[in-house]
Nanobody
Framework: QVHLVESGGGLAQAGGSLRLSCATS????????MGWFRQTPGQGREFVAT????????YYGDFVKGRFIISRDNAEKTVYLQMNNLKPEDTGVYYC?????????????????WGQGAQVTVSS
């Protein structure tokens, strides 16, 4: 079983930054692909970013447009999402997810484990 705990959410002004962290349990973190998804008001869960086990493959949702950076620290069993130039439409709940397949994936159904989510609110 893998447990994921997000932190670092909160309130930011438009143009500001937040850094989300996702701490994991389990011995196999370094072999997992990790992803971030978000659920914005009135929308389903949307792909944000993914990173493969070795951090040499990263993919982002189209709306990111160079504003977010996903990274990981396998020694700390933690994945990060640095969010810059935030916009009010980035407001939502951000979820960390783990896929036991080491390949980075944008598909929600490929992720077996999910965190509880972290609220991000961006004011204009």
């Amino acid at each position: 079983q893998v447990h994921l705990v997000e932190s670092g959410g909160g309130l930011a002004q438009a143009g500001g930054s937040l850094r989300l962290s996702c701490a994991t349990s389990g011995r196999s973190f370094s072999s997992y692909a990790m992803g971030w998804f978000r659920q914005t008001p009135g929308q389903g869960r949307e792909f944000v970013a993914t990173i493969n086990w070795s951090a040499d493959n990263k993919y982002y949702g189209d709306f990111v447009k160079g504003r977010f950076i996903i990274s990981r620290d396998n020694a700390e069993k933690t994945v990060y999402l640095q969010m810059n130039n935030l916009k009010p439409e980035d407001t939502g709940v951000y979820y960390c997810a783990a896929s036991t397949d080491a390949v980075a994936t944008m598909r929600l159904r490929d992720y077996e484990y999910w965190g509880q989510g972290a609220q991000v609110t961006v004011s204009s």
